[in-house]
């Protein structure tokens, strides 16, 4: 005779015997699917396992077996594609993901690779992630060890350029030099005569690795928001700090020699080189500007008006979009050098059209951002600058003399156009100089107040 296998019932599932002393659990889910929960030697664990199940199920947070199965890959263009992300910004985030996180990295000292695009979602743990950011690091060293050594290569150029200017030798003010001046510089010592040499060295791929890190925790977080994933694997304390010092500053010496090279056709950038070192502009900001965006408020003052940003998108035509938060429109005043050289490029290369580009081509067409590097590289090569100096240090120049000038946070936040305290504090650049006219300060406060010292004791 066969026999009946017990069974006994629970609300919403059952536990059943499929064998003496086994015993398995299964459930409906809110899906109408009967699932197992698993199989064990004891009732009372089988039991326990299917509360807790169903206990999920009555708070609203159970999440169905086979949730987490996406990959990486699909579920991160999915999250990308259906996010409002200013273009530029969609463009970085595409770079991020193209170049650290969802391709193949070699792990040091194993022999073997990870690709956290290829793995499904729920297979992303703590220590995966910590894994490839081990990864990452290392990728992201060795590209900046390879970016250094081509611009020691490239800075090497300018001091040859520099020599040959001093020695009176013909030189170009761009492109390849014959090998005999490159030797004849070597002859004479390899001399480094390029004025305010920027150096680089502490370039290392950190801030590269940061940005790579904290993309993937922001995915990770709405994919626990979509319930596809427990937690955020992503805990690796200070994976998103980025590294300060690879933020070279220009001095004030540097812009204007800058500025000063911008000569032939250039010239009618070289006000916005200015103007950008003191206004703290992003570049879509200064190059979307109009003539009517520029205010005078008497005696030769100047206030810009921001109220649209340049959208320019590799690959696609150029257009103008909001700034990048409410933030982002905004009064800014100009002090007096950058209004004095504003208002001569107004009369001698904007059109007096109010609708008309204050910085623009000799056409009248807004600046691409390619255009507007080979212009940055070509003033920086006539003014002996090596070329790891980029177009966004000017604004970094701007919020470190608005701190240095005594600027609070909130007023370093709005003349900057940040919505939070964090994106301002990147710009809050702390200087040596700026430090002993603190020490200076203090020693004046201290001989001007002449306090006792309490601390002294009786001989």
Not at 126 to 147: N, P
Not at 334 to 363: E, G, I, Q
Request: proline share 6%; glycine share 8%; aromatic share 6%.
């Amino acid at each position: 005779m066969k026999t009946r296998r017990r069974g006994r019932r629970a609300a919403y599932g059952n536990i059943r015997e499929t064998r003496p002393g086994r015993w398995q659990a299964r459930y409906t889910g809110p899906d109408g699917r009967r699932r197992p929960v698993g199989t064990f030697d004891k009732y009372e664990d089988a039991n326990a396992a299917l509360a807790k199940v169903l206990a999920d199920v009555h708070r609203g947070t159970y999440r169905e077996p086979e949730t987490g199965d996406v990959p990486l890959r699909e579920y991160a263009r999915t999250w990308l594609s259906i996010r409002e992300l200013k273009p530029s910004t969609r463009d970085g985030y595409v770079g991020l993901l193209d170049r650290w996180i969802l391709t193949a990295l070699d792990v040091p000292g194993t022999g073997r690779q990870i690709n956290l695009g290829d793995l499904p979602l729920r297979a992303i743990t703590h220590g995966v992630v910590s894994e490839w950011y081990v990864a990452l690091k290392a990728a992201t060293a060795a590209s900046a060890t390879a970016w250094l050594s081509r611009q020691r290569k490239l800075a090497d150029a300018a001091h040859v350029r520099a020599w040959a200017r001093l020695s009176a030798r013909p030189v170009k003010e761009s492109g390849r030099m014959p090998a005999a001046l490159w030797q004849a510089w070597r002859d004479a010592g390899s001399p480094r005569v390029a004025k305010n040499a920027v150096r680089a060295e502490a370039v290392t791929g950190r801030t590269q690795a940061a940005h790579a890190y904290a993309l993937l925790r922001t995915v990770c977080s709405d994919a626990v928001r979509d319930r596809l994933l427990d937690a955020n694997p992503c805990t690796i304390r200070g994976g998103a700090q980025t590294n300060p010092a690879e933020r070279v500053i220009p001095a004030g010496s540097v812009v204007d020699a800058i500025a000063a090279a911008c000569v032939g056709g250039s010239e009618r950038y070289r006000a916005a080189v200015i103007v950008a070192a003191w206004s703290g502009l992003r570049a879509g900001e200064l190059f979307a500007l109009q003539r009517k965006s520029v205010e005078r408020t008497g005696a030769g003052g100047v206030r810009l008006r921001v109220t649209r940003a340049l959208v320019d998108v590799k690959g696609k035509p150029i257009s103008f979009g909001p700034p990048k938060s409410e933030a982002g429109k905004r009064g800014v005043h100009l002090p007096p050098p950058a209004a004095r050289a504003l208002l001569l490029h107004l009369d001698k290369f904007t059109d007096p059209d109010p609708d008309a580009l204050v910085f623009a081509t000799s056409t009248g067409r807004p600046l691409r951002g390619g255009q507007r590097s080979q212009m940055f590289s070509r003033a920086k090569s006539r003014a002996g600058m090596p070329p790891e100096l980029h177009w966004h240090d000017l604004r970094h120049l701007a919020a470190t003399r608005a701190a240095e000038a005594g600027a609070t946070l909130a007023e370093l936040m709005k003349r900057l156009g940040h919505s939070t305290v964090a994106a301002a504090m990147v710009y809050q650049h702390a200087t040596d100089d700026g430090d002993a006219r603190l020490a200076e300060r203090m020693a004046a406060l201290d001989a001007a107040q002449q306090a006792p010292n309490v601390l002294a004791f009786p001989a």
